[in-house]
Nanobody, 115 residues
Framework: QVQVAESGGGLVQAGGSLRLSCAASGLTFGSYTMGWFRQAPGKEREFVAAISRSGGSTYYVDSVKGRFTISRDNAKNTVYLQMNSLKPDDTGVYYC????????WGQGTQVTVSS
């Protein structure tokens, strides 16, 4: 079964850090672009970060640049999102995706940043 599964969410105080993980199974991981979206309560889902198949290129929404780092380990079929200097505005459900000719979404993991 082709799937991606997020982990690592939780409750953290503003200024703190979290690392999200996304493990993929049932697919050729190295042939997929990987990334993260998030959805805050009452808002549209928004792009957060993406990483190319080799990991050589990364992309971020402006609001997280300098604070978040996306990386991948193709040997472990896993993509990571290191989130530092978290703000209450970072609160939301974080979704991992794998993209090629189609997109595979995870179920999401909740991140809550308290002020």
């Amino acid at each position: 079964q082709v799937q991606v599964a997020e982990s690592g969410g939780g409750l953290v105080q503003a200024g703190g850090s979290l690392r999200l993980s996304c493990a993929a199974s049932g697919l050729t991981f190295g042939s997929y672009t990987m990334g993260w979206f998030r959805q805050a309560p009452g808002k549209e889902r928004e792009f957060v970060a993406a990483i190319s198949r080799s990991g050589g290129s990364t992309y971020y929404v402006d609001s997280v640049k300098g604070r978040f780092t996306i990386s991948r380990d193709n040997a472990k079929n896993t993509v990571y999102l290191q989130m530092n200097s978290l703000k209450p505005d970072d609160t939301g459900v974080y979704y991992c995706y794998a993209a090629k000719n189609y997109v595979i979404w995870g179920q999401g993991t909740q991140v809550t940043v308290s002020s």
